[in-house]
């Protein structure tokens, strides 16, 4: 499952890797690798370049035939500039991340995809039930990282200490007809317990937030943190990535774009109209008619309610929510190691607008969030101005609603 593609003639060559690598800002986790013979490790994708290169087991996909030929094409590269240079494309397994709700139908797939990670060294799957089973599964994949697996909340302590990530993906889904609010009576109760455990044994870590709805969950997070005394600003995200990675797709489809060209920002919140994704910021720049911005915006508002009636009460958005999670996650990972440019946008404390809380591209460093940016939201068209202000009354309410949540939960306690 790597692939090589090389000429006498050509100056690059890609290498695909499908273990590794979320190019920033528009790949996701199992992206390629390109090298250029100019500057070869000017334009990688989340692995981490030293002085030497060997390319054995963690190429863990391919064939013997496979990493013969990788050998061969990079000493071929390093020959022709500089003889003495060799390239190091091994990451360190180092990081310990906590899925919470690793048995549903969101966290079996993340979970998968997160072992997929090198830069994982435990990964800790907890649930109320059934996780024995998805661990041991999971474990027997030929990836670095170490499998355990807790259940119910006597082993939740255990899960939690020690962990740099921790990702939420315990709930309930959404079924057709609900929506995201009709979510939010059992959904907050379980983030408000699993993020109090988080704020006893792991204070310090990243955390995660998918469960629904996102707009009120964070907000709750915040408040149980506040209240523990350990509240970080900006190590407390809403992971919006999958309105991000829909937005690609969608654009890439319409425009016929190269998809791991495409970027779209998408700001505001994760639920309906509070989703704003702003194609007149797409990278590559695009050209779209009023009509296909409003059909695209749509589109990407409502693709979560398109699949929870395709799949006709099956489930909801589990498959890519946990490809976009993984992807999150491993930005994460690479700006814990210290990748410099690390950018996702992400639901977190915000100033720039008046809401306390907003999803925006965010700069992401070894502390958390290290910059807003605020650029995407300067120039806007009519239609994403005039959008972003229908949202705002939206996202401002369940904003309160989850504050108010938590807040009257510290009281009757």
Same mark, same amino acid.
């Given at each position: ?110 979970? *998968? ?6 830069? +994982?060294? /435990? %990964? ?5 039930? $059934?996780?024995? #089973? ?48 009709? *979510? ?6 379980? +983030?408000? /317990? %699993? ?5 006893? $044994?792991?204070? #310090? ?56 060209? +495409? ?151």
């Amino acid at each position: 499952m790597a692939a090589v593609a090389a000429s006498a003639t050509a100056p690059t060559f890609t290498v695909g890797i499908t273990h590794r690598g979320t190019s920033l800002p528009r790949s996701s986790p199992l992206g390629g690798l390109r090298f250029n013979s100019q500057n070869p490790l000017k334009n990688f994708c989340g692995l981490k370049a030293s002085s030497s290169v060997t390319l054995e087991s963690q190429l863990s996909f391919s064939g013997k035939e496979t990493v013969s030929a990788l050998r061969a094409s990079f000493a071929s590269k390093a020959q022709t500039q500089d003889r003495t240079i060799h390239y190091n494309l091994q990451p360190q397994a180092s990081f310990r991340v906590a899925v919470l709700g690793a048995a549903g139908g969101i966290g079996q797939p993340l979970a *998968l995809l997160i072992k997929m990670s090198p830069l +994982v060294s /435990d %990964l800790h799957l907890y649930d109320i039930a $059934n996780v024995k #089973g998805v661990a041991a599964d999971i474990s027997h994949c030929n990836t670095p990282s170490q499998v355990r697996d807790f259940t119910g909340a006597a082993e939740l302590a255990n899960c939690l200490k020690g962990v740099d990530v921790v990702v939420i993906p315990a709930g309930v889904p959404r079924k057709p007809g609900m929506t995201r609010d009709d *979510l939010f009576n059992i959904n907050a109760g379980i +983030v408000r /317990d %699993l993020v109090s455990a988080v704020a006893d $044994n792991c204070p #310090g870590a990243f955390i995660h937030i998918i469960s629904n709805p996102v707009n009120s969950t964070v907000p709750i997070a915040a408040e149980v943190l506040k209240q523990k005394g350990v509240y970080d600003p900006k190590k407390l995200f809403g992971v919006t990535t999958l309105d991000v990675v829909r937005a690609n797709t969608f654009v890439a489809q319409r425009k016929n774009l190269k998809l791991i060209d +495409v970027d779209v920002p998408v700001v505001g919140g994760h639920a309906g109209i509070t989703i704003l994704p702003l194609l007149s910021k797409t990278k590559p720049s695009a050209s779209f008619t009023d009509e296909e911005i409003e059909e695209l915006t749509v589109r990407i508002q409502n693709a979560g309610t398109e699949v929870v009636e395709a799949k006709a009460g099956a489930g909801s958005a589990t498959l890519s929510m946990a490809y976009a999670a993984a992807r999150f996650v491993e930005s994460s990972l690479r700006a814990l190691d210290g990748d410099g440019d690390v950018y996702e946008c992400s639901f977190v404390q915000s100033d720039l607008t008046e809401l306390p809380f907003f999803a925006s591209r965010v700069k992401l460093g070894r502390k958390g969030v290290e910059a807003l940016i605020p650029s995407d939201l300067i120039g806007l068209i009519e239609y994403e101005q005039k959008a972003l202000e229908a949202l705002k009354p939206e996202l401002k309410a369940s904003i309160e609603k989850g504050i108010a949540f938590a807040q009257k939960q510290t009281v009757a306690a």
